[in-house]
Nanobody
Framework: QVQLVESGGGLVQPGGSLRLSCVVS????????MGWYRQTPGKQRELVAG???????FYADSVKGRFTISRDNAKNTVYLQMNTLKPEDTAVYYC???????????????WGQGTQVTVSS
């Protein structure tokens, strides 16, 4: 079973930056597609960014040009660099591992505790 530990969230002013990290265990990390998601109260969890095992990336339109996903296979870690943050980016952010299809749908069995990102002045 995959274990996921997210970190790096916090309170930041609009226009600021944060870097989220997610350490993955219990999986062959280098082979997995990784995804970052976010969720706000009363809304479904949405996919924000993904990165394939080979390094190709994809993003939600709402974060293109502002967020960058990357991975370090040696550290079993995936990152989300978030720049030019907006109040609407406020959410709990989660990561997960799967194949391209399950990452796109979010139909995954286990989730970490997430990390809270709050963008406010």
């Amino acid at each position: 079973q995959v274990q996921l530990v997210e970190s790096g969230g916090g309170l930041v002013q609009p226009g600021g930056s944060l870097r989220l990290s997610c350490v993955v265990s219990g999986s062959i990390f280098s082979l997995r597609t990784m995804g970052w998601y976010r969720q706000t109260p009363g809304k479904q969890r949405e996919l924000v960014a993904g990165i394939l095992g080979g390094g190709s990336t994809f993003y939600a339109d709402s974060v293109k040009g502002r967020f960058t996903i990357s991975r370090d296979n040696a550290k079993n870690t995936v990152y989300l660099q978030m720049n030019t943050l907006k109040p609407e980016d406020t959410a709990v952010y989660y990561c997960n591992a799967g194949d391209y299809g399950t990452i796109m749908t979010g139909q995954l069995d286990s989730w970490g505790q997430g990390t809270q990102v709050t963008v406010s002045s």
